[in-house]
């Protein structure tokens, strides 16, 4: 029984043995993958994202729009108010540069109510370079 149990022991190892060298000379014979040209990123049509992150507050007929701008670029933002009562006039603030990594604060109020109030967004234009150094 041992001499059985021996016996097959060799013939598996051996056995192994050969597939295992079988293995690496197809694996060793294989050709190497072709060189591929790196992959360039996708074009991307949208343009770089430059809109402050803004949210407006109503208290009343007061109204707040507290904006922080994370982009590199400077945002132009401007309030725009609704009022509710037909006499009431609407209001547009006057456009405030965000700059990145900076924040603003916008307020309007109507006479009564409000309606609705919301901040439109546009890419300021970037300063000049004044070529005189320090300035």
């Not at 402050?52 to 009343?60: D, F, K, P, Q, R």
Request: glycine share 4%; net charge negative.
């Amino acid at each position: 029984m041992r001499a059985l149990h021996r016996g097959f022991a060799a013939y598996a190892s051996v056995a192994a043995l050969l597939l295992g060298t079988a293995v690496a000379a197809e694996v060793h014979a294989a050709p190497a993958p072709a060189e591929e040209p790196a992959a360039a990123a996708p074009a991307d049509d949208r343009p770089e994202s430059f809109e402050a992150s803004c949210h407006t507050v109503v208290e009343g007929s007061r109204v707040a729009a507290h904006c922080r701008n994370p982009y590199p670029r400077t945002d132009r933002i401007r309030l725009h108010v609704e009022c509710d009562r037909w006499w009431d006039l609407d209001t547009d603030s006057a456009p405030v540069d965000v700059a990145p990594a900076d924040h603003a604060t916008l307020t309007a109020r109507c006479w009564k109510e409000v309606r609705s109030a919301w901040v439109t967004h546009e890419p300021a234009a970037d300063p000049a370079p004044s070529g005189r150094p320090g300035t």
